[in-house]
């Protein structure tokens, strides 16, 4: 019988599993990130902590924690977590990978979609009754997607999950850059491995799927967009470090690059005002790239399973190496 902090709102069903089993839970019943001092008391006597991807677990927190023995992080992405730090206090720490990846698939091409076509004007144009009839030559043209180039940022689970729906649904040719060679989905795809001076070059979209770490912080600056085209679009459904803002608010303004579908903000749930100002070919949305009922539930579960394992002496399910 242990206690278990959960940080967030989860479903009813995985409390019940985590009592069923003996243990005590508390749950913190508000939106939105716990803040870090609240954090420090809750979980002095925790020896389960189930956290959200954007709440910072680093090393006050591992040292507030005595009796911990398990992070489990709802998210693929562990960026928030001092994960050295937690394993030198002999804390594993574990993710959710695969639950998500096709449904932030589907987000990436939605945003990529929506940018290029520009469907989000489209709605506000409609809902002012700015419609007044179909023209040929109308102010909302996008852009073709068809047979573009699409350039992946990152060819892991969710990089090759995207890349698969612009090869077998939208007919797109592929680059990628990744740091190792993925040779499934170069055969499966015919994705072509490129340096990530040759993607920005050549690709029409481009989509980012790569972790946040200290290589990749600010990957895209103002060099990067300086080397894509004029005419392409953006995408960010990964991390918003990755993207330098201020940057990419001079490419969108400049029209250096031509549009952007952005998930994920540098200084998260803040967005570059410079940002939210943009209208054409500029989609934003909240971090949504998980945000299916299923997926949530099935990241819950995952959560729960690694907890439920750990507690019971057994190793944990998905830890982070
Ligand atoms: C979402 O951003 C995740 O890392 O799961």
Known sequence: MAEVYITCRVFEEEIERLRAAGHTVEMRDHPGPICHAELLTKIAAAEALICLLSERIDA?????????????????????????????????????????????ADLAFALLLAAARRVVEGDRFVRAGDFLGWELVGSQLGLEVYGKRLGIVGMGKIGTAVA????????????????????????????????????LEE??????????????????????????????ILVNVARGPVVDEEALVQALATGEIA????????????????????????????????????????MAKIAVDNVLSVLAGAPPLNPVA
Do not use: W
């Not at 209208?279 to 945000?291: D, K, M, N, T, Y």
């Open 259 to 298: 549009g952007a579908g952005i998930d994920v903000y540098e200084e998260e749930p803040a967005v570059h005002p410079g940002l939210v100002g943009l209208q054409e070919r500029v989609v934003l949305s909240p971090h949504l790239g998980s945000a299916t009922v299923a997926t949530r539930r099935a």
């Open 203 to 232: 690709s029409d979209f481009i989509c980012v799927h790569t972790p946040l770490t200290p290589q990749t912080r600010h990957l895209f600056d103002r060099q990067a967009f300086a080397r894509m085209k004029d005419s392409a």
């Open 60 to 104: 006050e927190v591992i040292a507030a924690a005595a009796s911990l023995k398990i992070i489990a992080n709802l998210g693929v992405g562990y960026d928030n977590i001092d994960v050295e730090g937690a394993h030198a206090a002999g804390v594993i720490v574990t993710n959710t990978p695969g639950a998500l990846t096709e449904t932030t």
């Open 164 to 199: 698969r729906r612009g090869r077998l649904g939208f007919g797109m040719k592929i680059l990628y850059h990744n740091r190792r060679r993925n040779e499934e989905g170069e055969k499966e795809l015919a994705a072509v491995h490129v340096p990530l001076e040759k993607l």
